[in-house]
């Protein structure tokens, strides 16, 4: 596969080695072969990576094995997931959840990306539900910032939503983009 395929979420072998795309970024030189510059995760140790690639590197794609699993806890540096039907634990370091904790609450369903029977990351469902437990007051008339204000949800996770929204509510957020879709 080209590197210029390579999305986030992926997973590719370069020097016997096995990576996770953090980040995917082309860029076009002048009377140049373009390059692409890739953020990973090296799978082995967890430690992140940057990669220069010229725009004409094959690399090879590795196909991951997606196993559903339910979120437990966290510890702060490492997360807790347990396998919906065989009930065996995993866990996967700070490094390789990165902004998906913001996303992640106990008894949350995931999928786990495994290989070779080892976890090698998560996939998010594309919507949760989370409480609002900060929220700036919001004043009838109060339009000037397109009558959005900031909320701050139970997993620390800052979210632009319509005035409405208060400390208490639940509200659906898209793991994609990070905005607010709806009030429950």
């Given at each position: 596969m080209n590197v210029l395929d390579l999305k986030e979420g992926n997973v590719f072998e370069y020097e016997g080695k096995l990576y996770i795309v953090k980040n995917s970024t082309h860029i076009v030189q002048q009377q140049r072969r373009g390059i692409v510059k890739i953020k990973a995760v090296e799978i082995d140790t967890g430690k992140g990576v940057e990669f220069n690639f010229r725009s004409d590197l094959e690399v090879n794609l590795i196909i991951l094995e997606e196993?559903?699993?339910t979120f437990l806890y966290s510890d702060g540096k490492t997360y807790y997931f347990m396998d919906n039907l065989s009930y065996e634990q995993y866990n996967l370091g700070e490094e390789t959840i990165g902004d998906k904790k913001f996303y992640l609450k106990e008894n949350i369903e995931v999928i786990g990306l495994f290989y070779k029977g080892k976890?090698?990351?998560?996939?998010?469902?594309?919507?949760?539900?989370l409480k609002v437990i900060e929220a700036e007051p919001g004043y009838k008339g109060d339009t000037v910032q397109g009558g959005k204000k900031k909320v701050k949800v139970e997993t620390g996770l800052i979210v632009q939503t319509p005035l409405f929204?208060?400390?208490?509510?639940i509200?659906?957020?898209d793991?994609?983009?990070?905005?607010y879709i709806t009030r429950i």
């Open positions: 196993i559903p699993l976890i090698i990351d998560i996939k998010l469902p594309l919507v949760v539900e929204i208060e400390v208490g509510d509200i659906k957020i793991t994609r983009t990070g905005e």
